[in-house]
């Protein structure tokens, strides 16, 4: 299950201070980690170690700070890069599917540390892949309207996506 107690990660893009969806930070941190086991299964260009220093930096601290995916310190092409691994790693897990606490928490290591998966039992892969999607969506402004005024789409829970 995804999404017992929650602790959101507003996700941005553009320009439009209303321009973001929240992500909860457990699927949004394993949606990190995974882009970055796919960053390192292909060519490195220049600048691509720090990239992946921010997504995992960004996956760490979840909720703490907002996530850009335009952020202004990457280039286009980083951006695109990013954009193009996240894709990738939704794709991934969408495939396989659900995983176990124990499988996930052997996958997605933080330094010696397994990722904190909350009170998760299991981990949704299509939940997450769903989030990767929206973020895919939010980058080309095709997400549907918000049904209420002055709440935001909230991805990566069971039974998403909400509004909040």
Not at 78 to 96: M, P, S, T, Y
Not at 102 to 119: C, I, K, S, W
Not at 128 to 154: K, Q
Request: charged share 25%; with cysteine.
């Amino acid at each position: 299950m995804i999404g017992c107690v929650t602790k959101t990660v507003p996700v941005e893009y553009g320009d439009d201070d209303d321009r973001f969806i929240w992500a909860y930070d457990v699927s949004f941190g394993i949606l990190l980690f995974e882009a970055i086991s796919v960053a390192a299964e292909r060519p490195q260009s220049e600048g691509t170690a720090e990239v992946l220093d921010d997504l995992r930096a960004h996956a760490v601290i979840g909720g703490s700070a907002a996530f850009a995916l335009d952020d202004h310190r990457w280039s286009e092409s980083q951006q695109n890069f990013v954009h193009e691994i996240i894709a990738e790693a939704g794709r991934q897990l969408r495939r396989r599917g659900r995983m176990t606490r124990a499988e996930a928490e052997t996958r997605y290591v933080t330094g010696n540390e397994p990722f904190a998966l909350r009170l998760e039992e299991y981990v949704d892969g299509a939940v997450v892949a769903d989030l990767a999607d929206a973020m895919d969506r939010l980058i080309h402004d095709d997400l549907p309207p918000v049904p209420t005024l002055g709440h935001h789409w909230f991805y990566g829970v069971e039974g998403g996506p909400r509004t909040t």
